[in-house]
C-alpha cells in the first residue's frame, strides 16, 4: 500500500490519477480506516488530503455564503460559533454522526464520498442545497451534493477527481432547516431513515422548501413533491398530511437488518412531518 | 476458642470501600486477555467457514505454510492425534468440535483452520492462502423449522436417551417435570390463557473479545494465559483437546472484560496451544468483535407455549409450559432450565413443564446470565400479565396470592427452604414507583423471576504476613466486584481492616480445583471458604497466644482482631493483636495460614420481582423505558455497590435483548450483524437510572446469609419490559425483540 499527504489539490488529483488498483482518500478516516482494519477495503494508494492547506478552515464569505474545508471535522462544526445559527439542520445531521471520538475525525465530505444512502449529513446537504467543488485532471468544477452519490458506495467522480471544498449557500432572512432520523436507539447507530427539511418564509407562508430522504432508496432523495405539498401553505394539519403522503410515495427501500419495506416507508411520511415542523419553527426565529 | 457459626451483626460487611483492583482498572495497569506478550511469540489468526452447513472436502495450506513468515497451520488432525487417551466423549468432543471442525463445518464462522505467523498481519493474510474446498449442504437456523420432519440433519446420534421416540434427530434432550393435575386444574378455573412466545438468540456482549497467550512445548508442558471464568475448566479441557496430563498445563486467569456466562468454555485457547506446540514458539490469540459474535456463544433462541388457568380471585388453578431452546449445532441449549425456572416463582398445585433441546447451524450456545430462565419467565409472566388484565386484577396481588414461600413445593421439585420472593413483592408494592402516575403512551410492566444459584467446587487459602496483614487466594476470577467482597469477609473474621488484605486470583498450580465463576456462587461459595479459611487461620492465632500465655487455647477467643482471654478465669492478659502474634510467627511454630476446600450444597435460591415503565411512540414503534426499579433478595449484600451493580447490569442487559439485540440469519444461514453498529445493545442513553431495593432475607446455608445476586437480576426483564410496552401499546408483544418494526407493525394490527 502507499501513501501520499499531497500539499495541494492539484497534486492529490494527479496521484489519483495515476494510480493503480483501488485507491482512497483519506480524510477523517472513519470510513476508510475502518473498512481498511476489517478487511472490506484494501486500497493499493491511500491519498491523505488532510496536509492540504486551507482544509481545515471555516470560511463565512463576503455574501453570507460557508466554505467548509474538506478536513472540518463534525465537533468543529458543532462548536462553531455562527454555523449552526444559519445552518442548524447541516450542523445536528453532522453531530449525529457517531461517538465524541469520531466527531474529532469524520468529515461532510468522507460522509458524501462514502455512498451510504444512510449517511446522515447528507440529506441535510442536499436539503440545504449544497455544492461541492470538485478537483479533477480538467480543474475544479462545482457540482450538487444530490448528484455525487450514484447508488451504495458509489459516487459520480471519476478517476482523478477530489473533492476539494463545500460550499453552503448564504442563509438568507426567514429561513430554517433541520434534520431528524430514525433509530432504534438514541445514539451510536445507523439511519434507518433520515428527512431533511430546508425552508424560506414569507410571513406565516411556506416560500420555498427543499425536503430530501436518507436510507429510503439506493441514494439520498431530494423529493420535490414532498416540498410542493407545503409551498405556499402555513404548515397547517393538511400541508403535513400531504407532505407525509409524498414522502412515503418517494420511497424505494429495501428490507434489511435494520428496517423493512413498510417500516421505512411508514415511518419517512411521520419522520417528514416532525422535521418540517422543526424547521418551519426556525425560520420563525423560534428555539427549536 | 469459641466461634459462632451464623453471624448478623458486622463491622465491614455490608460497607462500601472502593474495590482493589479499581485503580489498575481505571489506569490501564490492569492486563487483560491481550495484554500479555511473551518472547519470540507468533500471533495466531484462524479460517472460519463462510457457510453454515457444509461437508469439508478437502484444505491445502501448502501455499500458506510456504510464507517465511507463517511458522505452523493446524487443522483438525492437530487435535485428533491423542497420544494416551482413546478419544474425547461428550461435552469434550463437542469442545473440539467447535474450536475446529471435523468433518463438516456446522455453521457461519466455524473454525476450520489455523494460522501462527511472525505478525498479526501476516497471519491474516496467510489465512487467504488456504484453500478450502466445501460441499455445502442444506442448513436450518430457526428453532421450529429445527424441529420439523424436513429439517436437515445435522449430527446422527447426538440425541441422548431421554429425547421420546419419533422426535428428529435434531432434538437432543428431552425434559419432563411437575406435579398434581393439570386437566383438574384447568377444570376449575375460571379463565384460561394459552398463548406462544418467540425469543431470539443474543449475545452476552462482554466487551473484551476472547483472547490468550499459549505456550505448549513439544513435552507436553505449557502455559496458558487467558480471559476466563474459569481457568481450571480452561486447563481440563484444553488438555484433553491436546492430549496431555491437565498438572501440566499452568493456566493463569488474566483481569476479564466480562463474560456473563460466555467465558465459562474455551474456544480459541486450544488452537493457540495447538499453534504453538507445532510452532514450538509462545502464540497470541485474539478474536475480533465479528468473530466474537459468530463463533463464540450466544444465549439459545425459544420457541414456547404456555397455557395457564385462574380463578377470578387471581389463584392459579394450572400452569402448563412447553418450551424449545435452540443452541447451535451441539447439544446444551437449556431448555430443560427454562422449564425448570419458568413456573418456580408460583406455589402451584397442578403444573406441568417440557424442554427441548434443539440443534440448528448455528454457533454452539454458552451460558448467558441464568441460563434458559429469562425466556420461560418472558413467556409465563406475560400470559399471567394478561390474565390480570383480563380478570382486572393487581399484578402484584394476583403474584403475591400465588407466590412460593418457605414450604412450597417448586415447581421443578424440591421443597423450598427460607426464600424470600413474597418480601420482594412486599416491597414493589410499597415502591413508590408502583403507585406512580403514568403518562398517556406509557405503561407499567411487572414480573419476578427465580434463579437456582450453585455451590461448586472451591478451595481457599490465607496466609498472615508478620506486619499482620493477609493475602487471600481464590480459584475464581473476579467478574463483579469479587475481590472486595472477599476481603470484607476476611476482614470480618480476622478483625483487621479491609486494606490490610490483598485478595489474589491465584493460577492453576497454586490452589486445587475451583469450579468456574458461574451460577451465582462466588460471593456465596469463595465467600464461605474465604470465611473459613479465615476461620482456619484464627484458630491458630488463638493457638499461639494460648502459648504465649501458657493457658489452654479452649481459654482464648478471637474479638476485634485480637487474642482474649475466653473468661475471668482463664487468666488477666491484655488483648492480643492479630499483628502481635504474626511478628514472631516464625518463633512460635512458623507461618500461619488458613485454608478451606469443599463444595458447598446451600447456595440458596433467589427470587426478584422488576417494576418498569415503558412509553411508545404510536408513529414508529419506538420504546422508551423510563422508569425501572428492580427488587432483589440478596440473602446478605457484602458489598452493597457491587449488588446493585447486579441489579442494574441484569436490568441493563434484559433491557437490549427485550427491545433491540437479536441475531439476524440470512436465507443463507450467515449471520447478518457480527458488529456492535448492527447487533443493537443499548447505549448508556438508551437507559434510563436504574433504581435498586436490596431485600435481606438470610441464606440458612451460608455463614453470612450470602445468596448468589448476579444472575436473577436477568430473569425478570424481558417479561416485565414486554408486559410494560403491551400495556403502554394496547397490544400484546410475543416476539422478542420488540423492535420499532415489529411494534408498529403491531399497533397496525391492533
Given at each position: 500500500?502507499?501513501?501520499?499527504?499531497?500539499?495541494?489539490?492539484?497534486?492529490?488529483?494527479?496521484?489519483?490519477?495515476?494510480?493503480?488498483?483501488?485507491?482512497?482518500?483519506?480524510?477523517?478516516?472513519?470510513?476508510?480506516?475502518?473498512?481498511?482494519?476489517?478487511?472490506?477495503?484494501?486500497?493499493?494508494?491511500?491519498?491523505?488530503?488532510?496536509?492540504?492547506?486551507?482544509?481545515?478552515?471555516?470560511?463565512?464569505?463576503?455574501?453570507?455564503?460557508?466554505?467548509?474545508?474538506?478536513?472540518?471535522?463534525?465537533?468543529?462544526?458543532?462548536?462553531?460559533?455562527?454555523?449552526?445559527?444559519?445552518?442548524?439542520?447541516?450542523?445536528?445531521?453532522?453531530?449525529?454522526?457517531?461517538?465524541?471520538?469520531?466527531?474529532?475525525?469524520?468529515?461532510?465530505?468522507?460522509?458524501?464520498?462514502?455512498?451510504?444512502?444512510?449517511?446522515?449529513?447528507?440529506?441535510?446537504?442536499?436539503?440545504?442545497?449544497?455544492?461541492?467543488?470538485?478537483?479533477?485532471?480538467?480543474?475544479?468544477?462545482?457540482?450538487?451534493?444530490?448528484?455525487?452519490?450514484?447508488?451504495?458506495?458509489?459516487?459520480?467522480?471519476?478517476?482523478?477527481?477530489?473533492?476539494?471544498?463545500?460550499?453552503?449557500?448564504?442563509?438568507?432572512?426567514?429561513?430554517?432547516?433541520?434534520?431528524?432520523?430514525?433509530?432504534?436507539?438514541?445514539?451510536?447507530?445507523?439511519?434507518?431513515?433520515?428527512?431533511?427539511?430546508?425552508?424560506?418564509?414569507?410571513?406565516?407562508?411556506?416560500?420555498?422548501?427543499?425536503?430530501?430522504?436518507?436510507?429510503?432508496?439506493?441514494?439520498?432523495?431530494?423529493?420535490?413533491?414532498?416540498?410542493?405539498?407545503?409551498?405556499?401553505?402555513?404548515?397547517?394539519?393538511?400541508?403535513?398530511?400531504?407532505?407525509?403522503?409524498?414522502?412515503?410515495?418517494?420511497?424505494?427501500?429495501?428490507?434489511?437488518?435494520?428496517?423493512?419495506?413498510?417500516?421505512?416507508?411508514?415511518?419517512?411520511?411521520?419522520?417528514?412531518?416532525?422535521?418540517?415542523?422543526?424547521?418551519?419553527?426556525?425560520?420563525?426565529?423560534?428555539?427549536? | 476458642?469459641?466461634?459462632?457459626?451464623?453471624?448478623?451483626?458486622?463491622?465491614?460487611?455490608?460497607?462500601?470501600?472502593?474495590?482493589?483492583?479499581?485503580?489498575?482498572?481505571?489506569?490501564?495497569?490492569?492486563?487483560?486477555?491481550?495484554?500479555?506478550?511473551?518472547?519470540?511469540?507468533?500471533?495466531?489468526?484462524?479460517?472460519?467457514?463462510?457457510?453454515?452447513?457444509?461437508?469439508?472436502?478437502?484444505?491445502?495450506?501448502?501455499?500458506?505454510?510456504?510464507?517465511?513468515?507463517?511458522?505452523?497451520?493446524?487443522?483438525?488432525?492437530?487435535?485428533?492425534?491423542?497420544?494416551?487417551?482413546?478419544?474425547?466423549?461428550?461435552?469434550?468432543?463437542?469442545?473440539?468440535?467447535?474450536?475446529?471442525?471435523?468433518?463438516?463445518?456446522?455453521?457461519?464462522?466455524?473454525?476450520?483452520?489455523?494460522?501462527?505467523?511472525?505478525?498479526?498481519?501476516?497471519?491474516?493474510?496467510?489465512?487467504?492462502?488456504?484453500?478450502?474446498?466445501?460441499?455445502?449442504?442444506?442448513?436450518?437456523?430457526?428453532?421450529?423449522?429445527?424441529?420439523?420432519?424436513?429439517?436437515?440433519?445435522?449430527?446422527?446420534?447426538?440425541?441422548?436417551?431421554?429425547?421420546?421416540?419419533?422426535?428428529?434427530?435434531?432434538?437432543?434432550?428431552?425434559?419432563?417435570?411437575?406435579?398434581?393435575?393439570?386437566?383438574?386444574?384447568?377444570?376449575?378455573?375460571?379463565?384460561?390463557?394459552?398463548?406462544?412466545?418467540?425469543?431470539?438468540?443474543?449475545?452476552?456482549?462482554?466487551?473484551?473479545?476472547?483472547?490468550?497467550?499459549?505456550?505448549?512445548?513439544?513435552?507436553?508442558?505449557?502455559?496458558?494465559?487467558?480471559?476466563?471464568?474459569?481457568?481450571?475448566?480452561?486447563?481440563?479441557?484444553?488438555?484433553?483437546?491436546?492430549?496431555?496430563?491437565?498438572?501440566q498445563l499452568r493456566v493463569t486467569a488474566s483481569e476479564i472484560g466480562g463474560g456473563f456466562g460466555g467465558k465459562t468454555t474455551v474456544f480459541i485457547e486450544p488452537v493457540a496451544l495447538a499453534l504453538s506446540r507445532k510452532a514450538n514458539r509462545p502464540v497470541k490469540l485474539v478474536m475480533n468483535r465479528s468473530e466474537v459474535f459468530r463463533a463464540t456463544g450466544p444465549t439459545a433462541s425459544a420457541s414456547m407455549d404456555i397455557k395457564i388457568g385462574m380463578k377470578k380471585d387471581g389463584t392459579i388453578t394450572a400452569a402448563e409450559g412447553i418450551f424449545r431452546l435452540q443452541g447451535g449445532a451441539f447439544p446444551g441449549a437449556p431448555g430443560d432450565m427454562t422449564a425448570m425456572c419458568a413456573f418456580a416463582p408460583y406455589d402451584l398445585t397442578n403444573v406441568r413443564q417440557v424442554g427441548y433441546d434443539v440443534m440448528a447451524n448455528r454457533p454452539k450456545q454458552a451460558a448467558y446470565r441464568a441460563p434458559g430462565a429469562p425466556m420461560g419467565a418472558f413467556a409465563v409472566e406475560s400470559v399471567l400479565d394478561e390474565l390480570c388484565n383480563q380478570l382486572g386484577l393487581d399484578p402484584v396481588d394476583v403474584r403475591l396470592k400465588n407466590a412460593a414461600a418457605e414450604g412450597s413445593k417448586a415447581s421443578y421439585g424440591p421443597t423450598y427452604e427460607r426464600i424470600g420472593l413474597v418480601e420482594t413483592l412486599e416491597a414493589a408494592k410499597a415502591h413508590p414507583h408502583y403507585?406512580?402516575?403514568?403518562?398517556?403512551?406509557?405503561?407499567?410492566?411487572?414480573?419476578?423471576?427465580?434463579?437456582?444459584?450453585?455451590?461448586?467446587?472451591?478451595?481457599?487459602?490465607?496466609?498472615?504476613?508478620?506486619?499482620?496483614?493477609?493475602?487471600?487466594?481464590?480459584?475464581?476470577?473476579?467478574?463483579?466486584?469479587?475481590?472486595?467482597?472477599?476481603?470484607?469477609?476476611?476482614?470480618?473474621?480476622?478483625?483487621?481492616?479491609?486494606?490490610?488484605?490483598?485478595?489474589?486470583?491465584?493460577?492453576?498450580?497454586?490452589?486445587?480445583?475451583?469450579?468456574?465463576?458461574?451460577?451465582?456462587?462466588?460471593?456465596?461459595?469463595?465467600?464461605?471458604?474465604?470465611?473459613?479459611?479465615?476461620?482456619?487461620?484464627?484458630?491458630?492465632?488463638?493457638?499461639?497466644?494460648?502459648?504465649?500465655?501458657?493457658?489452654?487455647?479452649?481459654?482464648?477467643?478471637?474479638?476485634?482482631?485480637?487474642?482474649?482471654?475466653?473468661?475471668?478465669?482463664?487468666?488477666?492478659?491484655?488483648?492480643?493483636?492479630?499483628?502481635?502474634?504474626?511478628?514472631?510467627?516464625?518463633?512460635?511454630?512458623?507461618?500461619?495460614?488458613?485454608?478451606?476446600?469443599?463444595?458447598?450444597?446451600?447456595?440458596?435460591?433467589?427470587?426478584?420481582?422488576?417494576?418498569?415503565?415503558?412509553?411508545?411512540?404510536?408513529?414508529?414503534?419506538?420504546?422508551?423505558?423510563?422508569?425501572?426499579?428492580?427488587?432483589?433478595?440478596?440473602?446478605?449484600?457484602?458489598?452493597?455497590?457491587?449488588?446493585?451493580?447486579?441489579?442494574?447490569?441484569?436490568?441493563?442487559?434484559?433491557?437490549?435483548?427485550?427491545?433491540?439485540?437479536?441475531?439476524?440469519?440470512?436465507?443463507?444461514?450467515?449471520?447478518?450483524?457480527?458488529?456492535?453498529?448492527?447487533?443493537?445493545?443499548?447505549?448508556?442513553?438508551?437507559?434510563?437510572?436504574?433504581?435498586?431495593?436490596?431485600?435481606?432475607?438470610?441464606?440458612?446455608?451460608?455463614?453470612?446469609?450470602?445468596?448468589?445476586?448476579?444472575?436473577?437480576?436477568?430473569?425478570?426483564?424481558?417479561?416485565?419490559?414486554?408486559?410494560?410496552?403491551?400495556?403502554?401499546?394496547?397490544?400484546?408483544?410475543?416476539?422478542?425483540?420488540?423492535?420499532?418494526?415489529?411494534?408498529?407493525?403491531?399497533?397496525?394490527?391492533?
Amino acid at each position: 500500500m502507499d501513501y501520499h499527504s499531497p500539499a495541494s489539490f492539484a497534486e492529490a488529483s494527479a496521484l489519483a490519477e495515476n494510480a493503480t488498483g483501488i485507491t482512497r482518500f483519506l480524510a477523517g478516516g472513519t470510513d476508510v480506516l475502518v473498512q481498511l482494519r476489517s478487511e472490506l477495503v484494501t486500497p493499493d494508494t491511500l491519498i491523505d488530503i488532510k496536509k492540504i492547506d486551507g482544509v481545515h478552515d471555516v470560511t463565512r464569505n463576503a455574501d453570507g455564503s460557508w466554505t467548509l474545508g474538506v478536513a472540518v471535522t463534525g465537533a468543529e462544526m458543532s462548536e462553531h460559533p455562527e454555523l449552526g445559527r444559519d445552518w442548524p439542520g447541516v450542523v445536528e445531521a453532522m453531530d449525529l454522526i457517531g461517538s465524541t471520538q469520531v466527531q474529532g475525525r469524520a468529515t461532510l465530505t468522507g460522509n458524501l464520498c462514502n455512498g451510504s444512502p444512510a449517511a446522515d449529513s447528507v440529506p441535510a446537504m442536499v436539503a440545504a442545497g449544497v455544492t461541492l467543488s470538485v478537483t479533477g485532471p480538467g480543474g475544479t468544477r462545482e457540482v450538487a451534493v444530490e448528484d455525487i452519490p450514484t447508488g451504495p458506495g458509489r459516487t459520480s467522480l471519476v478517476r482523478g477527481e477530489v473533492i476539494s471544498a463545500v460550499n453552503i449557500p448564504a442563509r438568507g432572512e426567514n429561513g430554517g432547516d433541520a434534520y431528524q432520523r430514525f433509530i432504534p436507539r438514541t445514539e451510536m447507530d445507523i439511519a434507518v431513515v433520515g428527512v431533511g427539511v430546508n425552508l424560506r418564509l414569507d410571513g406565516d407562508t411556506i416560500a420555498e422548501a427543499r425536503v430530501s430522504l436518507g436510507a429510503v432508496a439506493p441514494t439520498v432523495l431530494l423529493v420535490k413533491d414532498a416540498a410542493r405539498a407545503i409551498v405556499g401553505t402555513a404548515l397547517d394539519d393538511a400541508a403535513l398530511e400531504a407532505l407525509a403522503a409524498a414522502a412515503s410515495a418517494a420511497c424505494n427501500p429495501i428490507d434489511d437488518k435494520r428496517g423493512t419495506i413498510e417500516f421505512r416507508t411508514e415511518v419517512a411520511g411521520v419522520l417528514a412531518k416532525r422535521t418540517a415542523k422543526v424547521a418551519y419553527a426556525r425560520a420563525k426565529g423560534e428555539q427549536a | 476458642m469459641a466461634l459462632d457459626d451464623r453471624k448478623s451483626i458486622f463491622s465491614f460487611v455490608g460497607t462500601r470501600p472502593d474495590r482493589p483492583d479499581g485503580l489498575d482498572k481505571v489506569t490501564g495497569r490492569a492486563k487483560f486477555g491481550a495484554d500479555m506478550s511473551a518472547p519470540g511469540m507468533l500471533h495466531g489468526a484462524i479460517l472460519r467457514s463462510p457457510h453454515a452447513h457444509a461437508r469439508i472436502v478437502k484444505i491445502d495450506a501448502s501455499k500458506a505454510e510456504a510464507l517465511k513468515d507463517v511458522k505452523a497451520v493446524v487443522t483438525r488432525a492437530d487435535f485428533a492425534d491423542v497420544p494416551f487417551k482413546p478419544g474425547l466423549e461428550g461435552e469434550f468432543y463437542n469442545v473440539l468440535e467447535n474450536v475446529m471442525a471435523g468433518e463438516k463445518a456446522l455453521y457461519d464462522g466455524h473454525a476450520v483452520a489455523a494460522v501462527a505467523a511472525t505478525s498479526a498481519l501476516a497471519a491474516r493474510d496467510a489465512l487467504k492462502l488456504i484453500e478450502v474446498e466445501y460441499e455445502i449442504l442444506p442448513h436450518v437456523t430457526d428453532v421450529d423449522k429445527a424441529m420439523a420432519p424436513d429439517a436437515p440433519v445435522i449430527r446422527k446420534g447426538a440425541a441422548d436417551y431421554s429425547v421420546p421416540a419419533g422426535m428428529h434427530p435434531n432434538v437432543v434432550r428431552y425434559h419432563e417435570s411437575g406435579h398434581g393435575d393439570v386437566e383438574a386444574g384447568f377444570a376449575e378455573a375460571d379463565l384460561i390463557i394459552e398463548d406462544s412466545f418467540t425469543t431470539e438468540a443474543t449475545h452476552q456482549g462482554y466487551i473484551e473479545p476472547h483472547a490468550c497467550l499459549a505456550s505448549l512445548g513439544m513435552d507436553g508442558k505449557g502455559e496458558l494465559w487467558c480471559t476466563t471464568q474459569g481457568h481450571w475448566i480452561a486447563q481440563k479441557t484444553c488438555a484433553a483437546l491436546l492430549g496431555i496430563e491437565t498438572s501440566q498445563l499452568r493456566v493463569t486467569a488474566s483481569e476479564i472484560g466480562g463474560g456473563f456466562g460466555g467465558k465459562t468454555t474455551v474456544f480459541i485457547e486450544p488452537v493457540a496451544l495447538a499453534l504453538s506446540r507445532k510452532a514450538n514458539r509462545p502464540v497470541k490469540l485474539v478474536m475480533n468483535r465479528s468473530e466474537v459474535f459468530r463463533a463464540t456463544g450466544p444465549t439459545a433462541s425459544a420457541s414456547m407455549d404456555i397455557k395457564i388457568g385462574m380463578k377470578k380471585d387471581g389463584t392459579i388453578t394450572a400452569a402448563e409450559g412447553i418450551f424449545r431452546l435452540q443452541g447451535g449445532a451441539f447439544p446444551g441449549a437449556p431448555g430443560d432450565m427454562t422449564a425448570m425456572c419458568a413456573f418456580a416463582p408460583y406455589d402451584l398445585t397442578n403444573v406441568r413443564q417440557v424442554g427441548y433441546d434443539v440443534m440448528a447451524n448455528r454457533p454452539k450456545q454458552a451460558a448467558y446470565r441464568a441460563p434458559g430462565a429469562p425466556m420461560g419467565a418472558f413467556a409465563v409472566e406475560s400470559v399471567l400479565d394478561e390474565l390480570c388484565n383480563q380478570l382486572g386484577l393487581d399484578p402484584v396481588d394476583v403474584r403475591l396470592k400465588n407466590a412460593a414461600a418457605e414450604g412450597s413445593k417448586a415447581s421443578y421439585g424440591p421443597t423450598y427452604e427460607r426464600i424470600g420472593l413474597v418480601e420482594t413483592l412486599e416491597a414493589a408494592k410499597a415502591h413508590p414507583h408502583y403507585s406512580a402516575p403514568l403518562k398517556p403512551g406509557q405503561g407499567r410492566g411487572i414480573s419476578c423471576g427465580f434463579w437456582f444459584n450453585h455451590g461448586g467446587e472451591t478451595s481457599v487459602s490465607l496466609a498472615l504476613s508478620e506486619d499482620g496483614s493477609a493475602q487471600v487466594m481464590v480459584g475464581t476470577p473476579d467478574i463483579g466486584g469479587s475481590r472486595a467482597s472477599m476481603a470484607l469477609m476476611a476482614a470480618e473474621v480476622l478483625g483487621i481492616p479491609y486494606e490490610n488484605i490483598r485478595v489474589t486470583v491465584a493460577d492453576t498450580a497454586s490452589l486445587g480445583y475451583n469450579d468456574v465463576s458461574h451460577g451465582s456462587r462466588v460471593t456465596y461459595a469463595s465467600g464461605l471458604a474465604t470465611i473459613k479459611a479465615a476461620r482456619h487461620a484464627v484458630e491458630k492465632l488463638c493457638e499461639r497466644a494460648a502459648v504465649k500465655w501458657g493457658i489452654p487455647v479452649e481459654a482464648v477467643k478471637w474479638e476485634n482482631g485480637c487474642a482474649v482471654p475466653s473468661g475471668p478465669n482463664a487468666g488477666d492478659f491484655d488483648p492480643l493483636p492479630l499483628a502481635d502474634i504474626t511478628a514472631d510467627m516464625g518463633a512460635t511454630g512458623g507461618p500461619i495460614s488458613g485454608h478451606f476446600e469443599a463444595t458447598p450444597e446451600g447456595a440458596g435460591v433467589s427470587f426478584g420481582t422488576h417494576i418498569v415503565d415503558a412509553e411508545v411512540d404510536p408513529e414508529t414503534g419506538k420504546t422508551s423505558i423510563t422508569r425501572y426499579t428492580v427488587i432483589q433478595d440478596a440473602g446478605k449484600a457484602i458489598h452493597p455497590t457491587y449488588v446493585e451493580g447486579q441489579y442494574q447490569g441484569g436490568a441493563a442487559q434484559g433491557i437490549g435483548w427485550a427491545l433491540n439485540e437479536e441475531y439476524i440469519y440470512g436465507d443463507d444461514g450467515r449471520l447478518q450483524n457480527s458488529i456492535f453498529l448492527d447487533y443493537r445493545i443499548p447505549v448508556a442513553s438508551d437507559l434510563p437510572m436504574i433504581d435498586t431495593v436490596i431485600v435481606e432475607v438470610p441464606n440458612p446455608g451460608h455463614p453470612f446469609g450470602v445468596r448468589g445476586v448476579g444472575e436473577t437480576g436477568i430473569v425478570p426483564p424481558l417479561a416485565a419490559i414486554a408486559n410494560a410496552v403491551s400495556n403502554a401499546a394496547g397490544v400484546r408483544m410475543k416476539q422478542l425483540p420488540m423492535s420499532p418494526p415489529r411494534i408498529l407493525a403491531a399497533l397496525k394490527e391492533k
